[in-house]
């Protein structure tokens, strides 16, 4: 990593107070460079609070940015941070008419050209495609990171119609801790608590709008661009990681908008702009290439972005398993088409005779954290344990290695003496001394085959060939290796076990792997980046603690019971000292419990715990939530708890117990 600390332009920043329609203003920080001709501006548009939560994050890149000739500016979402408002639903409305009117107000300060960008990573990368699809006139370009243009199937919520268990319990269980934090005294005054009493009152579990909403109806169709790409004027970089579950948003963008507006990026990272270093890696000089996209879509500056392969993708060689790798090996390619002229469907039949897949319960405890971002033990390990729980296809790798780009398809023909089940499919590249490293996998709902707008359930006794594809893939299998598909019928804790499940039969004749296999050595393959640098970090101190750290994740065994518990830290961060005096305290940890062969013993807890201390100001307040998913047969049962001080008063203390009908899960 380099740091620069010389840039084109000198450069200042203040807080300022943008104001919405309805009178709410929101807080946003503005980096801007020394200079009396007006500059395009660039918007990040969160919740996840500028001046604590992302503010390390912030000062890589936005003073980076105006060193190079941009207005970059941080905007804290309605009801957040030290915005005015109340807090709502993931990507409400008011969200994304609120981010129209910023970026129209930005557009008309006389300091701005009146040409807007806007980037983001997760949930601003999604709420840049949004509002990219709203068209807003100033909107010319978007830089979209880890972001989903699919909010039902490719967010943290479901998976091919089932429930994402440790996705939407563990994402819900986040927000509402950090939905529960109060605005910070020294940029609001003494106004914070009574802005704090106001959002605690308006705030509700997430969860409980979620599991409202289990096939994907109008509710998820809001905000998901995939209804309507047309939507989209402005021009679009899409960038994803091969171990960020939202990499499939990348193929969709770069195959259904026009190739003179839109880039794709695929490179071997998880949920983090690719120039963090965060493993896996190579990072790459991610601020230098969308500086690039910012010269041309919004200065007019002649380079080469868009004679740059409509889509670059990293292809990893095979590698050993294990949870975290410093860099992949590998390479980068590029491919002037989606679907690519490289790459040819190839079809690997099943073979052999109608097997029983039935699998424990806790098959799954080895795949790995959902939303991996850099940690020791991300990656899922040794596929071995969970293959002998599943049903196994192989074929061999002989005489050329076999290179994939693109979304593996699978047909199944199965049975069911059941309404309800599901199956999972892994694909594994087994080496010669039986090591089994996981590359990619994905999950069908046997409600949902026949589309994700409804459940039906599965005819008794009958046989249907069901189809679905398997998340995106980069990956070299080499000579000697064997393509390895596993197919399970429960994935805990990824996937909520379906009611009653007891399996399905696969009948191998008539079932069929289909891989995505590209040409190797074509004549776009001469990808290059620059170094990754960033500006001067923020100064986050963590104080040196002598406790020792619990592990990320520890699996326990209850032999008698047959019952398997998953514990797993997220590490949000501990203690953080800033700058300006801030003491920020985050603690959280997840558990998941299971039985062997009860699918209804099937139970998430999530727990946090947030400090926020200034000494200076004797402000000391702190947040404190569980919540818990249990089920029975015919529902999900949902209960959760806040409760926040004020020093030593307790000033807000809330329960809530629901149960949802189960119809997707």
Known sequence: MRIRTDFPYETSHEDIRIPMPDGARLYARVWRPLTDEPVPALLEYLPFRLSDGTAPRDWQRHPWYAGHGYASVRVDVRGHGNSEGLPGDEYSATETADGVEVINWLAAQPWCTGRVGMFGISWGGTNSLQIAALAPEPLKAIVTVCSTDDRYDNDAHYMGGSVLACGMHAWAATLLALVSRPPDPLFVGDQWRQMWLGRLEAVSPFLHTWLAHQIRDDYWKHGSVREDYAAIDAAVLAVGGLHDPYRDTVLRLVEQLPPDRVRGLIGPWPHQYPDRGRRPGPAIGFLQETLRWWDHHLKNTANDVMSEPLLRSWISESHPPATVYEELPGRWVGDPAWPSPHVTTVSYPLTGEPVIVDSPQHTGLDAGRFLPCGNDADLPPDQRDEDARSACFEFPVTDAPVELLGRPGLTLRLRLDVPHGQTIARLCDVAPDGSSTLVTRGVLNLSARHGRERAGAWPLGASEDVTFELNAVGHTFPPGHRIRLAVSSAYWPWIWPQPGSAGFTLDPAGSRLELPVRSQGTTEDKILFEEPEQSEPLGVSSPVTLDEQRPERLVIRDVAKGEWRLEVDPRPGGMRVYPDGLEYTEEALETYTIRERDPHS????????????????????????????????????????????????????????????????
């Open 602 to 665: 099937a139970q998430a807890r999530s727990d946090w715990a947030v400090r926020l201390h200034r000494p200076e100001l004797a402000w000391d307040v702190r947040i404190e939530t569980r919540s818990e998913l249990t089920c029975d047969a015919a529902d999900f049962i949902a209960s959760d708890e806040v409760v926040c001080r004020d020093g030593r008063e307790i000033v807000f203390h809330r329960t809530w117990e629901r149960r949802f009908p189960r119809m997707a899960g």
